[in-house]
DNA sequence: AAGACGAAAGTGGTTGA
DNA sequence: TCAACAACTTTCGTCTT
C-alpha cells in the first residue's frame, strides 16, 4: 500500500479515512478533504505463479476514452511509404490520405478538442480518472449520436462530467462546473438533461450525504459535526422531508443544524456560500428539520453549556 | 451592526390535460 | 401547447443578539 499523504495537514491527525470511489482522503478528526484526486497503485490482481502472472499482467498504453481515438488510431501513411509506391498506387494514396484528413478534421479534431476541454476542466475540480473516464465515454456516444449539433461543445463537456460525477456519487453542484468550464448553470443544466434523456443514462437523485464531506471541510468543520450531520441526513429521509428538495439544500441545512449543536457555529451566509444555495433555503429546510426531528433539545443542550 | 427571520414576487423546469 | 405547480432565488423590511 503506498500512501503519499499520511498525516493530516490540518491538524496532524493520522486518523485518515481512504475513500477509493471517491478519490478522497478525508481527516476523521478534523474533516479535511486532504486529497482529492488520488491514484490507486495496488495491483487488483495476486500473481501466484509465474504462469498466472504471464496471463494476469498487462502491458502497453492502457485504452482510454480520454484518447479521441481510444488510443488506437491509424494514419494513412507517411512519406517513407510513398516512395515505394507505383504511379497508379501513388494516386490512391493520395486520395486516401486526403478522405483520412477530412476525416479527421470534421470528428476526430472536434472529438480532441473536445476532450482536452474535458481533461482541463476535470483537472481544474480534481475529480477522479474514474469519472473524467466516464464523461469521455458519455461526450463520445453525444457525439456519435449527433447530439452536439446546435449546442456548444464545452456546454456538452461540462453536461457530460456532471453526469459522470453523478453516476459516481461524486457530486459536484452545478455552481463548480459552471465556475470550471464558464458556462452557464442553466446551460450545462440544459445539455446535461437532455444528453442523459437522449443516451438513455438513467442517474438516481443525488444523496444529501454524499455532500457533506466537502461542504464541511470547506468550512473546516469537525468530524463529529460531519457525522451528525449524516446522521440528520439519515433521520430525514426516513421522515420522507428530502424527497423533491434539492440535496444541496438539505445538506446544507443538515450542516448548519451539526454545527449549532456542536457548538461550532457558523452562519447562514457562510453555509449557504460554500453550498451554493441561498440562506432562505437553508432557513426553510432547518426550520423544518426542527419541526419533525425535535433537534431543538440538543441545540439547547449546547447553549447552556456555554 | 451583523445575523436571523419571514413575506412577497420572480425564475426555470416539470407535469398533466 | 398551455396552465398549474413546486422548489428555489432575490429582495427587502423587521426582529434579535
Given amino acids: 500500500m503506498t500512501g503519499f499523504v499520511k498525516k493530516c495537514p490540518e491538524c496532524g491527525s493520522l486518523n485518515l479515512l481512504w475513500n477509493k470511489e471517491k478519490g478522497e482522503i478525508i481527516c476523521k478528526d478534523c474533516g479535511l478533504v486532504v486529497e482529492e484526486k488520488m491514484v ?55 486520395r486516401l490520405r486526403k478522405w483520412q484528413q477530412r476525416i479527421s478534421t470534421a470528428i476526430e479534431r472536434n472529438l480532441k478538442l473536445a476532450l482536452a476541454e474535458l481533461k482541463r476542466v476535470s483537472s481544474y475540480l480534481r475529480l477522479p480518472s474514474s469519472v473524467e473516464e466516464e464523461a469521455s465515454r458519455i461526450y463520445t456516444l453525444a457525439v456519435q449520436k449527433g447530439l452536439v449539433r446546435g449546442r456548444s461543445m464545452e456546454s456538452v463537456v461540462a453536461g457530460a462530467l456532471y453526469a459522470a460525477c453523478r453516476r459516481h456519487d461524486v457530486p459536484r453542484t452545478l455552481d463548480e462546473l459552471s465556475e470550471a468550464s464558464s458556462i452557464e448553470k442553466k446551460e450545462i443544466g440544459r445539455t446535461y438533461r437532455f444528453i442523459t434523456r437522449e443516451l438513455g443514462i438513467k442517474i438516481l437523485p443525488s444523496n444529501p450525504a454524499d455532500y457533506i464531506a466537502r461542504f464541511a471541510s470547506a468550512l473546516k468543520l469537525s468530524a463529529e459535526t460531519q457525522s451528525k450531520s449524516v446522521e440528520i441526513i439519515e433521520k430525514a429521509q426516513h421522515v420522507e422531508l428530502t424527497s423533491g428538495r434539492g440535496p444541496t439544500g438539505i445538506a446544507s441545512a443538515a450542516l448548519y443544524v451539526a454545527a449549532l449543536i456542536n457548538g461550532e457555529k457558523r452562519t447562514q451566509r457562510e453555509v449557504a456560500d460554500v453550498a451554493g444555495v441561498t440562506e432562505v433555503t437553508i432557513r426553510n429546510r432547518y426550520k423544518e428539520l426542527l419541526d419533525k426531528l425535535d433537534l431543538e433539545k440538543e441545540i439547547k443542550k449546547t447553549k447552556k453549556k456555554k
Avoid at 502497453?60 to 476514452?65: I, L, R, T
Avoid at 512519406?79 to 515505394?84: G, L, N, V
Fill in 40 to 94: 490507486d497503485f495496488d495491483q487488483e490482481w495476486r500473481e501466484f505463479d509465474s504462469d498466472a502472472a504471464e496471463r494476469k499482467r498487462r502491458t502497453g498504453a492502457p485504452m482510454s476514452y480520454t484518447q479521441f481515438d481510444q488510443g488506437l488510431g491509424t494514419d494513412v501513411g507517411t512519406k517513407s511509404d510513398f516512395y515505394r509506391l507505383d504511379g497508379k498506387n501513388k494516386n490512391k494514396f493520395f
